[in-house]
């Protein structure tokens, strides 16, 4: 299938009146994903959104129930949001990041309903990077420029239009409706030329290097690696795959709320104890943990990397530590 750009504004238009529609808007200088109402306001040519797209269906601050006390007694009501929502525009790494994070929400051991009722009731509309950034590296991380895993439908840009297609059972329900043009032999070959040339760095090796790492926890490495990060956590709130999160309640008088917030691991007070003691009392500990996590442990629990290659963490580092140069330091160690 086919769409001209000049008629995307009235697509989204028209899925406003159905589906709560997020899309990319440019706000404050950056671009963020946003609910839109009209089509016009949705910015598709834009390198990625500066807050990863798992603020959607794991939001960075979020009410999970609230209460009231009177003479009555105590009641509760969770806030659970089941709208149908289209994600309109979301680049591969953070569609892939989406496919990891549900290990996380649903597992053997725990399922996270109110992750888990948002991306049940979410369309999610992939579109491919025909320019990736320097930073990008997700070629490495077993994704792409047009990887389509985690995407619903997936956009191709060939220039005055984008050739659509429909990976999911329910994004093709959804084609369906839109009754889109079918694309021409010239549409489909162009689409497919971009697919098939346009990467991103693929020069990181990350084969074996769980195994590695699993041998590596005392090894000297990690006393140098550290030194120069600030611990501002800019790498963690802006990763698409970090998931850790705090729990607190808010009370007034009668009335309060149980609120999840994004936490992170590069934080001193993440681990600390009420006692006192703090299993990971410095940078080296922290770090440490940053890389093990998603390149070690989530790779023996879940058998997947949990980096995507998007780059945020490199471009947004007040100190420049790249993440890419860390795995080839791991990769040249004896």
């Given at each position: 299938?086919?769409?001209?750009?000049?008629?995307?504004?009235?697509l989204l238009?028209?899925?406003?009146?159905?589906?709560?529609?997020?899309a990319?808007?440019?706000?404050?200088?950056l671009?963020?994903?946003?609910?839109?109402?009209?089509g016009e306001?949705?910015c598709?040519?834009?390198?990625?959104?500066?807050?990863?797209?798992?603020?959607?269906?794991f939001?960075?601050?979020e009410e999970?129930?609230?209460?009231?006390?009177?003479?009555?007694?105590?009641?509760?009501?969770?806030?659970?949001d089941?709208e149908?929502?289209v994600?309109?525009?979301m680049?591969?790494?953070?569609a892939?990041?989406?496919?990891?994070?549900d290990?996380?929400f649903?597992?053997d051991?725990?399922?996270d309903?109110?992750?888990?009722?948002?991306?049940?009731?979410?369309?999610?509309?992939?579109l491919g990077c025909?320019?990736?950034?320097?930073t990008?590296f997700?070629?490495?991380m077993?994704?792409?420029p047009f990887s389509k895993?985690?995407s619903?439908?997936?956009l191709?840009d060939i220039?005055?239009?984008?050739?659509?297609?429909?990976?999911s059972?329910?994004?093709k329900?959804?084609?369906?409706?839109?009754?889109?043009a079918?694309?021409?032999?010239?549409a489909?070959?162009a689409?497919?030329?971009?697919q098939?040339?346009?990467?991103?760095?693929?020069?990181?090796?990350?084969?074996?290097?769980s195994d590695?790492?699993g041998?590596?926890?005392?090894?000297p490495?990690?006393?140098?690696?550290?030194?120069k990060?600030?611990?501002?956590?800019?790498c963690?709130?802006l990763?698409p795959?970090?998931?850790c999160?705090?729990?607190a309640d808010?009370?007034?008088?009668c009335?309060?709320?149980r609120v999840?917030?994004?936490d992170?691991?590069?934080?001193?007070?993440?681990?600390?104890?009420?006692s006192?003691?703090n299993p990971?009392?410095?940078?080296?500990?922290?770090?440490?943990?940053r890389?093990?996590?998603?390149?070690?442990y989530?790779?023996?629990?879940y058998?997947?990397?949990?980096c995507?290659?998007?780059?945020r963490c490199?471009?947004?580092?007040?100190?420049?530590l790249?993440?890419?140069q860390a795995?080839?330091?791991?990769?040249a160690?004896d």
């Amino acid at each position: 299938m086919i769409i001209n750009k000049s008629e995307i504004a009235s697509l989204l238009t028209k899925l406003a009146a159905d589906y709560r529609v997020m899309a990319p808007v440019k706000k404050n200088g950056l671009v963020e994903f946003a609910v839109i109402k009209n089509g016009e306001e949705a910015c598709l040519d834009y390198d990625n959104t500066k807050k990863p797209g798992k603020e959607i269906l794991f939001p960075q601050s979020e009410e999970l129930f609230n209460y009231t006390v009177d003479a009555e007694g105590v009641r509760m009501q969770d806030n659970v949001d089941p709208e149908a929502t289209v994600v309109f525009g979301m680049r591969p790494c953070d569609a892939k990041s989406l496919v990891l994070l549900d290990n996380v929400f649903k597992n053997d051991q725990y399922e996270d309903v109110y992750y888990l009722t948002r991306r049940n009731n979410t369309l999610i509309v992939g579109l491919g990077c025909n320019e990736p950034a320097a930073t990008c590296f997700c070629s490495s991380m077993a994704c792409g420029p047009f990887s389509k895993e985690g995407s619903d439908i997936f956009l191709t840009d060939i220039g005055e239009a984008y050739v659509v297609e429909g990976i999911s059972e329910k994004g093709k329900e959804l084609l369906a409706k839109l009754g889109l043009a079918e694309a021409g032999a010239e549409a489909r070959a162009a689409a497919a030329k971009l697919q098939q040339e346009v990467k991103a760095d693929g020069t990181i090796n990350i084969e074996g290097l769980s195994d590695k790492l699993g041998g590596m926890f005392e090894h000297p490495f990690w006393d140098r690696l550290h030194e120069k990060c600030l611990g501002c956590a800019a790498c963690t709130y802006l990763c698409p795959t970090c998931h850790c999160f705090d729990i607190a309640d808010e009370a007034k008088d009668c009335n309060g709320c149980r609120v999840r917030n994004w936490d992170a691991c590069m934080f001193p007070l993440f681990t600390l104890h009420g006692s006192g003691h703090n299993p990971r009392p410095n940078g080296k500990a922290r770090w440490r943990q940053r890389l093990m996590h998603k390149f070690n442990y989530f790779v023996e629990r879940y058998n997947a990397t949990a980096c995507v290659g998007c780059g945020r963490c490199i471009k947004n580092c007040p100190v420049n530590l790249d993440i890419r140069q860390a795995l080839a330091d791991i990769r040249a160690l004896d």
